[in-house]
């Protein structure tokens, strides 16, 4: 029984919750809020299997390199698909219009070229109902914590507000994968799926750098585009024609019977068979090696002196290549740069990686022994095992997907750039960013522009990021600090935007002129290192063609950045290889000598 003290005491503790809840509930009359309900997100129509044949899948955001690959491994999969075009400035302003206050420009340029591009297909007859009915858009998700992870909301907001309420959204989130995309089987996964992904993802990365690597130094104008147009579709027809191999198809029909037998077998060796055939086929490395001699017959002159021009920051203002980040890369090179372009690669390799390392950080507080003794190997080596358990599966992931990147750039001519260890960019980075800040492309911002500047890979390191993107904002912040270490470093970032364009440019044509000056200083001393006039290079250049060739690979010297100072060493020592004598005015080089 309780005593009186305590009935007291009880009474007195309700009668004070009761005058807290009274005047909570006062307080959230008056705020208007006192009709507060539970948010529940909306439920998406699904999109169905039954419904392949008819619904067209709207993507884009990307290079048109790998928009034309994508959209090629949806249609070899039976999809109707179709990709947006690239975003204009006319986008930015729907965006704006249709979506909500205060989002960042990669926002307001996918939203609202998805609105417009929509309202054209209505002016083209269609009425909104078939729209509904007859479209998907499919794109990335995330939860956060950049604004970013509100791309959903966005999307559905404007589209209601543009008169496309119930337009669908299918999702592929970044920590769920593919089986993510719609939750429905309309969207299925299979290995020629997922398998034709990864190519068209490898193929769109070595094909967008192998352009930006070539056209500065074309002598034809206009062939490098024409070529890799050409090149393109090559791959593009090969992704959608290709036969879909079959285990039923490959093996004996006397052996049909006894592998039916066991589904499990069946079912390993066909999946095996097949990612053998998606990236060892010969239909696929013939069109590989056809491509690749389509571009190395493209001629150059790599004795044109330009900065190399390292692009980073965000990944869609450092991926697109329109008004969305202000033309960035066709200004670059209009004013006699050399762009180094991101791989999306990379940013799938920062994903993995982060995701392990942060495995690794919260073990210490899972592992089966706590901080066992230097002598109890047992519990040293279940913990090990414990770990590895953990983590095998992204260790074995990250080295697959490097190594068929690489593949991909050794049969594509061997001359793109390696993607730089996860491993490396962390330990450069974390001096000034931690390795698991996460948000936006997190420590790479920092890793990349400290990694390209020490090992002199670059003159310059551009970042392009959105107008008021929290995760380039914190890089920004910590790269003044960078920037103050290492005193040689040329670094600018731009905030984009849907205007502002002019400034912009104003700010990058100042940075370049010290970048082409650092270019044009770099390649004299390699003159006036090796004794050789441009003369007596453009003469021995002349007579060995296959130095003309946009895929010769030229050594990489180690301390030199500029192509054109890369390729005056190569051709350098190979004069001296050759014992070619020092051309003279009027002293032609003997025809046997030079050949």
Known sequence: MPTTVEVVQTDYEMEIQARIDAERARLRAEAGLARMREFNKPVERGFTAAERDRVTILFGGLTWKHEEMIKAVFHGSGYRCENIPTPVVADFQAGKEFGNNGQCNPTYFTVGNLVRHLQKLEAQGLTRKEIIDNYVFFTAGSCGPCRFGMYEAEYRYALQNAGFDGFRVLLFQQTDGIKAASGEPGLKFT?????????ALNLGDVMNELVYQVRPFEVNKGETDRVIHEAAKTLTDTLRERKRWHIDDATPRW???????????????CTLGKVAHNLYGKEYVNA??????????IEVDR???????KITGEFWAQTTEGDGNFNMFAFLEKEGAQVLVEPIATWIAYMMYVAKAGIRERFEAQAPHRNPKWYEVRKQLVNRLALLKKTGGL???SVMWTYFYHR???HLGDTAHRLVPQKELSRLAHPFYHQLARGGEGYMEVGKNVYYTVNHLCHMVLALKPFGCMPSTQSDAVQSRVVSKYKD????????????????HSRVQMALAEARARARAEFDGVLEKTGKSMD????YVEHHPELKHALYKVPHRDGIAGTAAQFAWHVSDLIDRDDVPRRHPGKPIPAQQAA
């Open 191 to 199: 290995v020629d799926f997922g398998m034709g992904m990864l190519n």
């Open 255 to 269: 052996l049909l019977p006894l592998l039916s037998k066991n589904e499990k077998v069946k079912g390993i060796t």
């Open 288 to 297: 590989l090696h056809a491509c690749r001699d389509r571009v190395d017959a």
């Open 303 to 309: 004795l044109r002196v330009k900065p190399v021009i």
């Open 395 to 397: 260790s074995a992931g």
């Open 408 to 410: 991909t750039i050794r």
């Open 489 to 504: 470093m040329i670094f600018l970032p731009i905030e984009t935007s849907g205007e502002g364009e002019v400034n912009a």
């Open 536 to 539: 007596d290079l453009r003469d």
